[in-house]
């Protein structure tokens, strides 16, 4: 089996976790995940993704083909969380994780902190065929450029960059908007430290004509909708990054009830100008 490796270093917390949410890490089952959204949302089939990630629906269970591995780069570095206002942009953004699992995510130990690395190792049980492969890497790539893990992580939560995987954003922007998704960055750019509460005045901004108790591109608690949006900030160089706010198209994303009444964000989203050429 061939096995290729890529290390990522968080520039936001991350909340990830196994069955103890106090207990951060980094676990294959989350990227796998992510992966999985990633492929359905570029457009593969439910047939092709249980081709690819197995399936254990009824008599038609299928083993993976796909192969993940995660390991520590370096030691855990545990992020503290910090006293929140609850009118400022950052407690706006971070409410629902200080609360989530009784508090239990709130405490050192709970997150990782930016500039933890991780390497994923990636390998295939089985070959491919080429369709499929070709959609596989679509997702793959789109995941190191625009993805993230753990909890809130449409919200610019868990995002990470790809040490050493050249990527570039316009061109992974081109091949997911040519699948449907809609995006641009915000005018903004800043400092690591400034990431978190611009994330809030942004999420912020895009709430304004959309409530979290109706179907929506954001989401909704019910029915219970998953978040077309992502929030997620971009790396430009050391010292400097930027905002990118997707939509992904909402009839892979959102349940079916929810489908028929959720607008897009559209206009709402601004346009992407002068991208950064390289993360």
């Known amino acids: ?26 676990r294959a089952p989350s990227i796998r995940g992510q992966l999985r959204w990633w492929f359905r949302v570029l457009g593969g089939s439910r047939n092709e993704e249980a081709s690819l990630f197995g399936s254990v629906s009824g008599d038609c269970g299928r083993s993976s083909a796909v192969s993940l591995r995660v ?9 503290n969380p910090p006293t929140l ?49 070709e959609k596989f890497n679509l997702a793959w790539t789109a995941f ?10 449409t919200r610019g939560l868990g995002a990470f960059r790809a040490v050493d995987f050249d990527s570039e954003v316009s061109q992974a922007m081109e091949n997911i908007k040519r699948n449907g998704f809609m995006g641009g960055f915000s005018e903004w750019r800043g400092t690591q430290d400034e990431i978190l509460p611009t994330l809030g005045a942004q999420l912020r901004g895009l709430r304004v004509g959309f409530s979290g108790k ?3 591109p954001l989401g909704c608690s019910s029915p219970r909708q998953a978040s077309a949006v992502r929030l997620r900030p971009i790396q430009e160089n050391d010292d400097s990054f930027r905002i990118l706010v997707l939509e992904a198209p909402k009839d892979r994303v959102l349940g079916e009830a929810s489908k028929r009444r959720a607008p897009r964000l559209g206009g709402g989203i601004p346009q992407l100008q002068n991208p950064p050429a390289r993360r």
């Open 1 to 26: 089996m061939t096995t290729q490796s890529v290390t990522l270093e968080l520039i936001t917390p991350c909340f990830c976790a196994g069955a103890d949410p106090s207990k951060a890490e980094i």
């Open 144 to 153: 190191l450029a625009f993805g993230a893990i753990g909890y809130r992580a």
């Open 214 to 216: 109706q179907p929506g």
């Open 85 to 133: 206002s609850q009118n400022s942009n950052l407690g706006y953004l971070l409410y629902f994780a200080s609360k989530s699992s009784e508090g239990k995510r709130w405490q050192k130990g709970g997150a990782l902190a930016p500039g933890h690395q991780f390497r994923i190792y990636l390998g295939f049980i089985k070959p491919l065929d080429g369709n499929l492969a």
């Open 71 to 79: 390991e520590d780069v370096s030691k855990p570095c545990f992020w």
